[in-house]
């Protein structure tokens, strides 16, 4: 993946949206540009971000591809939490993509030249935290990818489970609140390839919801 090209495709949707453009285009870029989620007050991206007093030690945040495009809210916020929980919280600019859609798309090498430059730009951290379960699965096995990716292999951790962790330890409040009802389903990578099921939950618990089972 390229992340000028993402950034361009992104950019060309929001212009379609925003100037009806979209509305005069073939019936089959109309309908996948329709099933793009909204775009708009994404707010800065978040790779950059140098934030927090290292009282538990220093997180990386991978910032992935497509999320730090589509989902900069979710990467934001997983940086405050973080930071909250106690940890200098960075988001190095020397990142790049995981590698994970290259080796899924057949492309080993591109795969493992990724892998070898994370692995350098992240190496020294106490926690390296992905907000998408696919990234944060692909970094639990960069010590099949890369040739230093053990250390990060052994730091790499969801989001999920940073803040699960984060809450057990009294790090991160238990809210005392009943927001009702809300449905769960586990992310394939997350529930499959890593074989966490617990911290969503938990989480969700500790924010005030009662989880209600889809994937039983």
């Known amino acids: 993946p390229s992340?000028?090209?993402?950034?361009?495709?992104?950019?060309?949707?929001?212009?379609?949206?925003?100037?009806?453009?979209?509305?005069?285009?073939?019936?089959?870029?109309?309908?996948?540009?329709?099933?793009?989620?909204?775009?708009?007050?994404?707010?800065p991206m978040v790779r950059g971000w140098a934030s927090g007093e290292p009282i538990w030690g220093r997180a990386a945040l991978l910032t992935g591809c497509v999320q730090d495009e589509w989902f900069r809210p979710v990467n934001r916020a997983a940086a405050a939490l973080l930071e909250r929980a106690g940890y200098r919280v960075e988001a190095p600019?020397?990142?790049?993509?995981?590698?994970?859609?290259?080796?899924?798309?057949?492309?080993?090498?591109?795969?493992r030249s990724l892998a070898d430059r994370n692995s350098l730009t992240f190496a020294g951290y106490d926690l390296v935290v992905a907000t998408a379960a696919g990234c944060s699965a692909h970094l639990a096995g960069y010590q099949h990818w890369a040739e230093n990716g053990h250390e990060v292999a052994s730091q790499a951790v969801d989001i999920t489970v940073a803040v699960s962790r984060a809450i057990a330890a009294g790090?991160?409040?238990?809210?005392?609140?009943?927001?009702?009802?809300?449905?769960?389903?586990?992310?394939?990578?997350?529930?499959?390839?890593?074989?966490?099921?617990?911290?969503?939950?938990?989480?969700?618990?500790?924010?005030?919801?009662?989880?209600?089972?889809?994937?039983?």
């Open 93 to 111: 600019a020397g990142q790049t993509c995981c590698g994970a859609l290259a080796a899924h798309d057949g492309h080993p090498e591109v795969a």
């Open 3 to 43: 992340r000028a090209a993402l950034a361009a495709t992104t950019a060309g949707i929001r212009a379609a949206r925003l100037t009806g453009v979209s509305r005069l285009l073939p019936g089959r870029i109309r309908r996948l540009i329709s099933g793009v989620r909204s775009l708009r007050q994404r707010g």
């Open 171 to 216: 790090d991160l409040p238990t809210l005392r609140v009943d927001l009702g009802s809300i449905a769960i389903q586990d992310p394939c990578h997350l529930r499959h390839g890593l074989r966490v099921e617990a911290e969503p939950r938990h989480l969700l618990q500790a924010a005030g919801f009662t989880v209600v089972e889809t994937d039983p």
